[in-house]
């Protein structure tokens, strides 16, 4: 059976997961891997958090404590706001020593294939501390779409922008100091160098990229493709194990493959199994199924950076779907920590059943474009297309609880099975979309709810609800753990497609508000 492996990456350990976080990778990522599992796949589910992002430094100056200490209460807050959402990653990536080593072993490995050049890079510089200043450190325009926003992944256009090659450069640390540009010898990724591999290889994803994906590979591969920092000369981060570049760190945005292997080897073990290491479930022997969930504005790194590291060592399987999606807004405007604008998971599920945020989130998605997210329509949409649908459906079966078995048609069997079917095309990775997911939920739930059953198709009615139920169940999670002895997902072909009867029970009613 082939292993697939879904992987959110984490985000920058410098704050609580907001609805903008969960509405895209988290919840996607767990959706899919809950629907696998029930359809009886081999699934691993790994995130965590990304600990060694210089953002963490710059927030933890704004809110005057130490980053060591904002990056441990962070991931603290993911871990626990993902439970409080019903999100259940097999693995959840922490800073510690073993990944600490697992990052330095991996760019060994790279160093030691030869994969790694020294080449004399701009950085934006500080005469007055002597300091260099990349990523969160520096802000200016971005060289390709003119969006103003720190070095690194363009929020704007995707892109990866050297420090150095930012426009009008200004220090986030001190913007009155004066910046200038000086080289640096570093340790670097040529990606120009993987251009054959890289083309064929996102040929071959070509009909399953989304379209910013797929937009952002055609810009890249339409120009030279540049020298990636894997060190950078800083002091925050994982310190570079090279003789080449002493005092330097490892670049955090370059971790992605490491930490990526590091998440599937804890998941793994959270399962009960043992890993030889970080690495061994990515050989391409064992031929795993890789599925990456995450924002459109990381493309660069996992989809290109990662796989041409990938393919740099060699003997690993590379990725088979890359999941993205666009901003989530809140109130019509972006999510902002920094100007309290701004609504947690771990607030939102304090005062609203995470049923009806699971399936909001899902339906208003941003799977291909910017959505948003109100309270007023969250409580419009989920009380008219869920909550009160539901609970007349459950009304419905309940009234046959108790009286015995009840048979079931051919015409009803065939039914669920289209039911299956339509629940899958959203779930699936390759054409995964939560957005279409809960379109479906929508339907299906509004044709059950306009079914006038009568004693002589009950048996069909309660039928298609409990296969509605197991279909719904990665969404609905709290309301099928209750209704349901187990979530499993009846197949074409299988006994659990086959049934001729069913007992009716009594089904939990959706409850709560959205205030």
Known sequence: MVRTMVIAPGPTANGDLHLGHLAGPFLSADVCARFARAAGRDVLFGTGVHFTQNYIVTTARRLGVPPEELRTRSGAQVEATLAALGIAPDGFVHFDDRYVKGVQAFFDRLHGVGALKRRAVPFPYVA?????????????????????????????????????????????????????????????????????????????????????????????????????????????????PFAETPGQVLYADAEVVAWSMHTSALAAEHRGEVTAADDALWYAEAAPEVVYFFGSDASFAFALVGVAM??????????????????????????SSSRGHVVTGQELAAQVPRDLIRYYLAATGPDFQRTNFTRDAMAKVTGERLLDPWNRVAEKAGRFAGGGALPVSEASRQAAARMVERFAGGYDPRRFSLTAAAFTLTEQLARLDRWEVTAADAGDFCHQVDVFLRCAAPLLVDLAGKALPDLAIPQKGTAGAAVEQIVPRVLPRLTGTVR
């Open 128 to 240: 007055r501390t002597g300091e260099f200043l990349t990523d969160a450190y520096v802000r200016g325009g971005c060289p390709v779409c003119l969006s103003e926003g720190c070095a690194g992944l363009c929020e704007g256009c995707g892109h990866w922008n050297g420090s150095g090659e930012l426009l009008d450069p200004r220090s986030t640390l001190e913007p009155e100091d004066e910046v200038e540009v000086r080289e640096a010898e570093v340790l670097v990724l040529p990606l120009e160098e993987y251009r054959p591999a890289l083309t064929a290889y996102f040929a071959g994803l070509s009909a399953t990229m989304r379209p910013r994906l797929a937009r952002l590979v055609e810009e890249l591969l339409a120009r030279p493709l540049p020298d990636y920092p894997v060190t950078l000369p800083i002091s925050w981060g994982i310190p570079a």
């Open 310 to 335: 990938l393919m740099a060592l060699g003997g690993y399987a590379l990725p088979a779907h890359f999941v993205t999606n666009e901003f989530y807004e809140l109130d019509n405007d972006k999510f």
